[in-house]
């Protein structure tokens, strides 16, 4: 079965980096679309980023040349890289597998960008 491990969020200074880590477990990445979720609160979940399984990478707006999406297969493990990070990228991060019957979410992992 399919479980999704976020780590790797934290307190950063604005300017920062931040290097977000998702464990992949029963995802097979030939198959499967992986994505980065954030919520912060009161707003609704925003789409960050996506890895297909073809290995092309999409990004929305907000993050575009400043957060990079990859993936690494032998270790069935799904990064975000964050620079030059923002308060109002501060938020409850989540990666989301898309499988072929279903979408699995991880539980999250809080990042919080403030001086």
């Known amino acids: 079965q399919v479980q999704l491990v976020e780590s790797g969020g934290g307190l950063v200074q604005p300017g920062g980096s931040l290097r977000l880590s998702c464990a992949a477990s029963?995802?097979?990445?030939?198959?499967?679309?992986m994505s980065w979720y954030r919520q912060a609160p009161g707003k609704k979940r925003e789409w960050i980023a996506t890895?297909?399984?073809?290995?092309?990478?999409a990004y929305a707006d907000s993050v575009k040349g400043r957060f990079t999406i990859s993936r690494d297969s032998a270790e069935n493990m799904v990064y975000l890289q964050m620079n030059n990070l923002k308060p109002e990228d501060t938020a409850v991060y989540y990666c989301?597998?898309?499988?072929?019957?279903?979408?699995?979410w991880g539980r999250g992992t809080q990042v919080t960008v403030s001086s």
């Open positions: 890895i297909t399984n073809e290995a092309s990478r």
């Open positions: 989301k597998a898309l499988t072929p019957l279903r979408d699995f």
């Open positions: 029963g995802v097979v990445f030939s198959r499967d679309g």
